[in-house]
């Protein structure tokens, strides 16, 4: 795989058993740039050790007075030079190749992954995890994969001198041969520590980091009300810290630096003083002894790779352990049997289509290219959403709000009976027809940073223009916000929304996910306070242009403000999950109490009232509850 | 064709306004200049260590060279013993040495880097609110995240080991002078094609790295955003877009990493043959003077050992050079924070009285557009005033005005006679505070949240404070107390106690009047409601001005305010603006039914 062909059409399938296992596969799977890397890293290094021997006999041929035999030196040395340049350039393009390729590959993997398992991800912990595999951890181990054939190409290079200088001098050879593995090994022992130093000052860093983020954020916060040298004064510290920290690493790694230093040193000596005693015995010339001594000075180079490869594999070691865990996440791991979504899940909608047959036989409204439509009923609650009609949900408790809306899409978190949209149980349905058929936009939506054309460029039916729903969601001065707030762009559709919409108020971030929402068009859409954000006069406007555009479509819009359910066909009061009332707003408000409690603003007598009432609830639950329990004890 | 043209996608390129200032060259040079001073002592210990640490690892070629000299001669007495000793000593001495230089560079860093942080964060509090409001937090908070962490490789790694390695390089130069000059003349052999090679490469590495690694943050980002918006992602059926998203991304930045391969592959070539032709061009040179006798067997192999020993220290230099340059623009986003003039305001300047008074005020944020247009407005003391219209109408910008947070092109606002615009904004904030829809929660414990408001608080004033907005309940629960850790890592907390923190922080602060925007905005109905009973409280005796977004706010006003379109359209009571049958008027019947 050449870096100019990434990404991978299809990054595979991983083996995600094990931390190990992963990185053997990822090295399995790049092979041939595995064997180039070490090709050309045989080149380079024996390159590099052919030097000494050329230092050694130029100093013999001067010795000697051969003009000849040193510019043979000189021949010698070009063609060392010429072998080492070209393998050092082409072992660091493979390397960097091999590096990047599984770096690109990782990345891929953990793509598909997110989007496969979506909604899943929010609910759990692993949301973070994904994110710090792909920022930390694939450096990390596309190090190792990548080190993996440079540390064969440097080995291979070090037997292969110390046989030829055992063979070639062997009275100083065997110094050598029995020295240098030592130099090899010398420092690992310290490099666990090292490195857990290493570690410890990187999370210092980034609790500074975080502290000094986390105080900017606030900032606006700080200079309104003030506390900026009671803040400065604990960033401090924590700067301190961080810079003892890395002192204290560096200490470590100057320790490991000076016997970088004294070991070769000592080889050195132990081969100078050998080597000048055999030297005078005639044993051995002087260009021999300048070899040797030059051979171990450029070894420690090839030997650097030992260090390399150990701490490569001890960072990339939990980095792919990480991984593979994150990669072998499933949507519903406590799931009964197979479910239809953690097969299909959004974003392959490509290979969804032939899985489709397989859960196709139930009804018959799942033929292919024909979603389900009608009414939206939930058995659970009761709640009856028409066709074609504009449905509001009351519900006094907001969680419980969340969770009904979250059921009525179908697939959610909780298993339970299924919704039935048009009579077809939305969860047998697969995750991505289901979706296609009703929209839930949650309390929080997310707005995807990007240009504005495509941020509302979603699946859509494709018969609700941009135009009209930016109007309908009243985004005029959202967008002379963007277009302001952008560099170069006088076109909205071209201003950039930054990361959640995050330059922008809460009430218009809202009003851009409505507009997306209403372009997408589905057969049933389901709003969760849509408009919560919104001043009283804006929301007036968007219950109107909600209204207008969704004409003829199912909606239901969970609120509890008056404006909007003002502009409801049906109402329906959702009291301790179960329907309790439905009718009209205006209707509502004058005969139901419990309506009127959660719509209109509460007197303090109706507040204490409905305290007694709650409390009164409490009571008769509690000895519910006895009463069980004593059924249970008899 | 030979040779890899720079991708035309660059990611490292703005995409939204820059709105804090880049440090001109004049600024950054001036920090730099005043860093250097004030860590001069560090950089001379750091330098004489370092020579030590180079001449001592010059022994070794230099006693070789002697006996290979007295070898090859056929001397009698070669010293071996006392040579070796001495090499020993050398090698001691170097050891010691190179690890000093090691600790003492890192220390210089570690001390250069905490200045240049602590420095920015001094400066980025001391902005002027108008400043923060305007340019908002993010391109800040880039600053402080991004910048920094590219500034601490230059500061902890690149600028100790460049002045190491120079000095590396000096010393070896001149032990080549010392040993042999003819051998250091031939060195130079090498060095017209090493020039040549780095100005092309260095040229062109830093941009292209900066973009690299910009190309790399965003492929890691857009993964980010797909985990963070995992329900929406699904809801809207984009997960086929975000993997493709993720695609073209990892596309973006394997193209700027297959440049800057390009570059390398240049300039790899280029050290390999430097390095090579200084070793062969000493042995040549130095052989032919050898052969004609103008020089020692000795003296060349010293010199020839020495020129492999400038491999190191090159290497240093073209491996942190680049850095360097890297560096050089995060530091001038640093340092452009300091262009920014701190508005000192005029301490004379101090109100007498309460009320707040808007004069025909004009206020636009870009020349020649106004957002507000001669409105006047006066507010007495414990007054609550609220401010309803539709959104971008204004009433926002009014609020920031009269909180003296923007000073008003045309026209004056004075809380107590005296100008707001004119004071500084630690005395306008013991007047007047903004309360907005951001509610931060601040890393750290329960108390740090709230003394911020009053540093001198004793615990029993902040369980006061806590107990005044309802909030002494769930805050007693907690085992730890005010010790909790709350804020992003600790205890997550509500939108609502959040909300009730930000409120508490007022009673402590104690200001005689509130703007209120959107306070309750982000919270579900309920919520909203049980803290407006909290905020009853607070607000109790206070001048308020509230931006009201639900109508039951502005009916409990004494005054209501109808902002649209930049100016004031209905102005009164609930009960006056009602029977006038205005704007306010139709939304009142709709909204009460």
């Given at each position: 795989m050449q870096i100019q062909h990434l990404p991978y059409p299809d990054p595979g399938v991983p083996d995600a058993r094990s931390g190990p296992r992963f990185l053997w596969w990822l090295g399995r799977n790049q092979l041939r740039g595995q064997l180039v890397s070490l090709a050309w890293g045989l080149l380079h290094f024996g390159s590099v050790s052919t030097l000494p021997f050329c230092v050694g006999f130029a100093v013999q041929a001067v010795v000697e007075r051969s003009g000849a035999r040193l510019a043979l030196a000189g021949g010698l040395m070009a063609l060392a030079c010429v072998g080492n340049a070209v393998g050092d350039t082409f072992l660091h393009r493979a390397a960097v190749t091999n590096w990047i390729t599984a770096a690109a590959r990782v990345q891929q993997l953990l793509a598909r992954k997110a989007t496969q398992l979506g909604s899943a991800l929010t609910r759990r912990v692993a949301a973070g995890e994904v994110v710090a595999v792909s920022t930390g951890d694939v450096e990390k181990i596309g190090w190792f994969v990548e080190a993996v054939s440079r540390f064969t190409a440097a080995a291979v290079t070090i037997v292969l001198v110390c046989i030829g200088l055992v063979v070639y001098q062997p009275a100083l050879g065997v110094v050598v041969a029995v020295g240098l593995p030592v130099l090899a090994v010398a420092v690992l022992p310290l490099l666990p520590r090292a490195t857990r130093r290493a570690d410890f000052q990187r999370e210092k860093a980034g609790y500074a980091t975080e502290l000094a983020s986390d105080t900017v954020a606030g900032l606006r916060v700080l200079r309104g009300i003030g506390g900026e040298e009671l803040f400065l004064a604990r960033y401090r510290r924590a700067s301190q810290e961080v810079r003892h920290a890395a002192v204290r690493s560096a200490r470590m790694w100057s320790l490991i630096s000076a016997i970088q230093v004294l070991l070769p040193g000592l080889l050195l000596i132990a081969v100078v003083w050998y080597g000048v005693q055999l030297a005078r015995q005639g044993r051995i010339t002087v260009g021999e002894l300048v070899t040797v001594y030059s051979s171990v000075m450029i070894l420690t180079y090839p030997l650097r790779h030992f260090e390399e490869i150990a701490m490569a594999y001890s960072f990339s070691r939990p980095s792919a352990k990480r991984a593979a865990r994150v990669l072998s996440l499933?949507?519903?791991?406590?799931?009964?049997?197979?479910d239809g979504g953690s097969l299909g899940g959004a974003g392959e909608d490509a290979r969804a289509g032939s899985r489709e047959a397989t859960h196709?036989?139930?009804?018959?409204?799942?033929?292919?290219g024909e979603l389900p439509s009608g009414d939206l009923y939930d058995p659970a609650t009761g709640l009856l959403a028409p066709s074609g009609r504009l449905t509001a949900v009351v519900c006094g408790d907001p969680d419980a709000a969340g969770r009904l809306a979250e059921r009525?899409?179908?697939?959610?978190s909780e298993k339970g009976t299924s919704v039935l949209l048009g009579g077809v149980?939305?969860?047998?349905?697969?995750l991505d027809r289901a979706r296609a058929a009703v929209l839930v936009q949650d309390k929080d939506p997310v707005l995807l940073s990007g240009s504005l054309r495509e941020l509302l460029d979603?699946?859509?039916?494709?018969?609700?223009r941009a135009e009209a729903a930016l109007a309908a969601a009243q985004c005029e001065d959202v967008l002379a916000a963007l277009v302001q707030g952008s560099?170069?762009?006088?076109?909205p559709m071209d201003a950039r929304i930054t990361e959640r919409g995050r330059s922008l108020s809460g009430g218009q971030r809202q009003r851009l996910a409505l507009a997306r929402s209403l372009i997408t068009d589905p057969e049933v859409l389901v709003l969760d306070?849509?408009?919560?954000?919104?001043d009283s006069h804006t929301e007036a406007r968007i219950a109107e242009g909600l209204r207008e555009l969704r004409a003829g479509r199912t909606t239901v819009v969970f609120t509890s403000s008056p404006l909007l359910l003002d502009r409801a066909d049906r109402v329906v009061l959702v009291h301790e999950g179960e329907v309790a009332a439905v009718g009209v707003h205006r209707e509502l408000v004058h005969k139901e109490p419990r309506y009127r409690a959660v719509v209109t603003r509460e007197t303090e007598e109706e507040a204490a009232l409905s305290g007694v009432l709650n409390e009164f609830d409490v009571d008769e639950l509690d000895e519910l509850d006895e009463l069980d329990e004593i059924e249970e004890t008899a | 064709m030979i040779g890899v043209a720079p991708p035309?996608?660059?990611?490292?390129?703005?995409?939204?306004?820059?709105t804090l200032p880049v440090g001109a060259p004049a600024t950054v040079r001036a920090y730099v200049a005043e860093l250097f001073r004030r860590h001069r002592r560090a950089f001379l210990l750091l330098i004489a260590v370092n020579t030590v640490a180079v001449v001592s690892s010059m022994a070794g070629p230099y006693l070789l060279g002697g006996l290979v000299e007295r070898v090859s001669d056929g001397?009698?007495?070669?010293?071996l013993g006392v040579t070796v000793a001495f090499f020993l000593l050398a090698l001691a001495v170097q050891a010691v040495f190179v690890r000093e230089v090691r600790l003492r560079g890192a220390i210089l860093g570690e001390r250069m880097l905490a200045d240049l942080r602590e420095d920015f964060l001094v400066r980025s509090v001391g902005l002027p609110p108008g400043v923060l409001e305007r340019a908002g937090t993010g391109d800040l908070l880039s600053r402080i995240t991004t910048d920094i962490d590219r500034l601490a490789n230059a500061m902890r790694e690149a600028v100790p080991q460049l002045a190491i390695g120079v000095v590396w390089v000096a010393l070896l130069l001149g032990g080549l002078v010392v040993t042999a000059p003819p051998l250091a003349a031939a060195v130079l052999l090498a060095l017209p094609l090493l020039v040549v090679g780095c100005r092309w490469y260095f040229r062109r590495a830093p941009a292209a790295y900066r973009s690299e690694s910009a190309g790399y943050a965003a492929v890691a980002a857009a993964l980010a955003e797909t985990v963070d918006a995992g329900r929406t992602v699904e809801a809207h059926r984009l997960g086929a877009r975000r993997v493709e998203l993720s695609e073209r991304r990892i596309k973006e930045w394997t193209a700027w990493e297959r440049y800057t391969l390009w570059l390398r592959s240049v300039l790899f070539p280029v050290i390999n043959v430097t390095h090579v032709t200084v070793l062969a061009s000493v042995l040549m040179v130095g052989g032919v003077f050898v052969l004609q006798g103008w020089l020692g067997v000795g003296q060349l192999t010293t010199g020839a050992l020495i020129a492999q020993m400038l491999v190191d220290p090159v290497g240093l230099i073209l491996r942190w050079y680049d850095e360097l340059q890297v560096a050089q623009v995060s530091l001038a986003r640093l340092v452009?924070?300091?262009?920014?003039?701190?508005?000192?305001?005029?301490?004379?300047?101090?109100?007498?009285?309460?009320d707040v008074h808007a004069d025909r005020v004009h206020f636009g944020y870009?020349?020649?557009?106004?957002?507000?247009?001669?409105v006047s407005l006066e507010v007495a003391p414990g007054t609550r005033l609220a401010l309803v219209g539709?959104?971008?109408?204004?009433k926002s910008t009014l609020g920031r005005l009269l909180a003296g947070i923007y000073a008003p092109r045309e026209g004056r606002i004075t809380l107590g006679g005296a100008e707001?615009?004119?004071?500084p904004a630690e005395r306008v904030r013991s007047h007047v505070a903004l309360v907005n829809q951001e509610h931060h929660v601040f890393v750290g414990s329960l108390r740090d949240n709230l003394l911020l408001?009053?540093?001198?608080?004793?615990d029993a004033e902040l369980w006061a404070a806590l107990g005044a907005v309802d909030a002494d309940g769930w805050a007693r629960a907690?085992?730890?107390?005010?010790?909790t850790d709350v804020g992003s890592g600790g205890l997550a907390l509500t939108p609502a106690q959040a909300q009730q923190i930000a409120l508490a922080r007022l009673v402590l602060a104690d200001p005689h009047t509130l703007v209120l925007d959107e306070?309750?905005?982000?919270?579900d109905p309920r919520a909203a409601r049980h803290l407006e009973r909290s905020l009853a409280r607070v607000l109790d005796g206070r001048t308020v001005v509230a931006i009201a977004h639900r109508l039951h706010t502005a009916h409990d006003a004494d005054v209501i305010a109808v902002v649209e379109n930049g100016r004031i359209s209905e102005l009164g009571s609930h009960g006056e603006l009602v029977a006038a049958d205005g704007a306010y008027a139709a939304l009142w019947r709709s909204w009460h039914g």
């Open positions: 499933e949507r519903f791991m406590d799931a009964e049997g197979a196709a036989g139930s009804r018959e409204a799942t033929r292919v009525l899409g179908g697939h959610p149980p939305l969860d047998e349905l697969p979603v699946p859509a039916s494709g018969k609700v560099l170069d762009a006088d076109d306070e849509p408009t919560s954000a919104v | 035309a996608y660059d990611p490292a390129a703005p995409t939204t306004a820059h001397a009698r007495e070669l010293h452009g924070v300091r262009d920014i003039e701190p508005d000192a305001g005029d301490p004379a300047t101090a109100p007498d009285g309460r870009v020349e020649g557009v106004d957002v507000l247009r001669r539709p959104s971008g109408a204004g707001l615009s004119r004071m408001a009053r540093p001198d608080a004793v907690l085992e730890e107390g005010l010790d306070a309750t905005s982000l919270l």
